[in-house]
């Protein structure tokens, strides 16, 4: 009987490696459930080359926008589990949506297997150069005056734009007005033309024109100063307690094998630990993750909780 029982130990296991071995079979698809030129779509577009080369099959990156990220979350987890399709996600629309949004589709701690966290994404907020405010004090201090009357842009209802927005009306006590878009590209074209005062969104996206001073970085995001712009300060040395780091992550349809889940996660981690791919990402504003796939699961739940009570307490709605 141990005999049989080792045999169907052994013949499992050779199966799964056959699997793996024989991954990818045909292109891969990276879905990006946002418009083409955002945060997201930039780290996928930089990954994709690196992964096609590793895996001799062709890796296309697929924007599916729409519905603040549910079009290309669902299109993903609803696509044949065999890791062909994978979602560059986010802390928005596998995190924080199904908080937002009444009728989610799918259900992302329940219908993805989690690959790696890709990146951390540093978050910086910017204003338009007609905003007389040149750091969080100053804007604090504006939108207590103004109540209301200040705007701030952000890729969609739930995603870290939105949420690092409502985070900040809420510890700091103002009124702004958000306006959301579909993706952050065009949330910056409207900022860059003065349609909006400001955003809070990823350096990836921000830094370029901050540098060319079509922008004005008032502050980063996270617990500590950027070294990528050492003179601009956090929010939190003047909003103690403030702090936001987004992440994009890599999942894929649950179901999909264990033995294919490994295979992409080591090649994924490869690719980031490559040199020249982890100094482009820093020099966007992004730092290099490649955890394992448990961690990842854990991270993703331990913000779905943390966001989840945000967007109770502060009433946030997907609009």
Known sequence: MKRIAIVALLAVAMSASALAQAFPA???????????????????????????????????????????????????????PDGHTLLMGTLGNLAV???????????????????????????????????PARNAAELIALAQSRPGKINYSSSGPGGAPHLAGELFKSMAKVNLVHVPYKGSAPSFQDLLGGQVSLTFDSLVQALPYVRDKRLVALA????????????????????????LTNWFGLVAPAGVPRAIIGKIHADVVKVLQ?????????????????NTPEQFGRAMRADSEKWGRLVREANIRAE
């Open 97 to 131: 949506n199904p908080h937002l949004i009444a009728k989610m589709p799918v259900d992302p701690l329940r219908d993805f297997a989690p690959v790696t966290q890709v990146v951390a994404v540093h978050f910086v907020l910017v204003a338009h150069p007609s905003l």
């Open 26 to 80: 045909k292109p891969v698809r990276i879905v990006v459930a946002f418009p083409a030129g955002g945060g997201v779509d930039i780290v996928a577009r930089l990954l994709a080359p690196k992964l096609a080369e590793a895996w001799g099959q062709q890796v296309i990156v697929d924007n599916r926008a729409g519905a603040s990220g549910v079009i290309g979350t669902e299109f993903a987890a609803r696509s044949a």
């Open 274 to 290: 490559d040199a020249g791919v982890s100094e482009k990402l820093s020099a966007m504003g992004a730092t290099a993750i490649g």
């Open 220 to 243: 980063v995001l996270g617990a500590a100063r950027s070294p990528l712009l050492p003179d601009v300060p956090t929010v939190a040395e003047s909003l103690p307690g403030y702090e």
